[in-house]
């Protein structure tokens, strides 16, 4: 059953939240856990809402979620939910937890008051919400800054090393937001996030990072339409240049282009230049993307040599265009080639040079 279905019971018609607070799915994706969880710990443990609305509906304020996210935090650390829960509940009457039960993790602050998220793609007959984001933390110290209340989610996903809620998590943000929106305002954010607990905490996160990345990659994957026939002239070649592994964010960039019907033709990490140079003749395409992720991978001359290959019939010659991509060529600017920004510009361009 998808996240939408188990919600389902805790909205109104057409979706919209009914009254004040957060529904059991909203209280969800904000911790990276399933509905199911949150009910679990509310009828095993009692830490559910402190007000219930009429029926079966549950409504959570700031103070009800954030007794959940210091239980997020602490069960993160390996303690039993029930260990967990009975601190959780002491640390909320202001008795101190018996002796020998660890806290590792520090009470965060409250979590937002209910409506307060960035607003995202919503139905045109959804109510407004206003659009002031609030300030998240992760429950193991990721800062996340003023993002999308899913990147919440989502760290403490990745930092469980829950497969599932990830993948659900992930695929929700794709579809709600649309996959350039999601990349650029959730998923990347929170893979900032990541890396910098891991450049500051002596490698500790590592394998956050690698889980996390593998999962986005599934997610593109599972998400992407089938690749676009082949057009004459239009195909996009995209290839990091030799040297250069990181190949998410090309990835986005695939899944992007192939949403919007674009044939693409994906070469992964560290292509050798032979072998660049071979499929830029075999494929004849409209636009080349070389990936760089660092400036010592960056090159110049390869940008330089692959934006002057022609093929065709003598007199209607054609040349590719090539789009320098990745902080790599930050300070390496080729004359004459383009360098989108981001995403939504790289997307914008490849459709532009494609059409014509």
């Known amino acids: 059953m998808g996240v939408h279905e188990r919600d389902s019971e805790d909205r109104g018609r057409g979706g919209a939240p009914l009254g004040g607070g957060l529904t059991t799915g909203e209280v969800a994706r904000r911790l990276g856990v399933a509905p199911t969880t949150v009910r679990t710990w509310d009828r095993r443990y009692g830490l559910g809402p402190d007000a219930h609305t009429g029926g079966r509906h549950r409504r959570w304020t700031a103070t009800d979620v954030a007794r959940l996210e210091r239980m997020c935090a602490l069960t993160a650390t390996g303690i039993p939910p029930a260990e967990a829960a009975r ?3 002491g640390e909320a009457t202001q008795e101190p937890a018996p002796a020998g039960w660890a806290s590792p993790a520090p009470p965060e602050a409250a979590a937002e008051e209910a409506g307060e998220a960035t607003p995202g793609r919503r139905d045109a007959d959804a109510p407004p919400r206003p659009s002031a984001p609030a300030r998240s933390r992760a429950g193991s110290g990721l800062r996340l800054g003023d993002v ?5 989610g989502i760290a403490r996903a990745a930092l469980r090393l829950d497969a599932a809620a990830l993948d659900e998590l992930l ?14 305002e959730v998923i990347m954010p929170t893979l900032q996030a990541v890396g910098r607990k891991w450049e500051s905490s002596g490698e500790k996160y590592v394998e956050v990072e690698h889980f996390l990345s593998w999962h986005v990659s599934g997610a593109l994957r599972r998400g992407a339409p089938p690749s676009a026939a082949d057009r004459p002239g239009a195909t996009v070649v995209l290839a990091c240049v030799p040297g250069e592994n990181h190949t998410l964010p090309l990835e986005v960039l695939a899944a992007a282009l192939a949403e919007r019907g674009l044939p693409v033709r994906m070469f992964g990490g560290a292509l050798p230049v032979e072998s660049l140079v ?4 075999r494929t004849g395409p409209a636009a080349v993307g070389l990936w760089a992720q660092s400036r010592t991978t960056a090159s110049r001359p390869l940008a330089q040599h692959v934006a002057a ?27 004459g080639l383009p360098r989108p920004t981001g995403l939504a510009e790289a997307v914008a361009l490849l459709e532009s040079v494609v059409s014509r």
Request: glycine fraction near 12%.
């Open 148 to 152: 999308r209340h899913e990147c919440k």
């Open 87 to 89: 601190t959780v509940l």
């Open 309 to 335: 290959m022609e093929w065709g019939v003598r007199g209607a010659r054609r040349r590719p265009v090539v789009l320098t991509i990745g902080p790599g060529w930050t300070g390496r600017t080729v004359t």
């Open 278 to 281: 071979t499929a830029v003749r």
């Open 171 to 184: 695929e929700t943000a794709i579809v709600e937001h649309g996959l350039v929106a999601a990349w650029t």
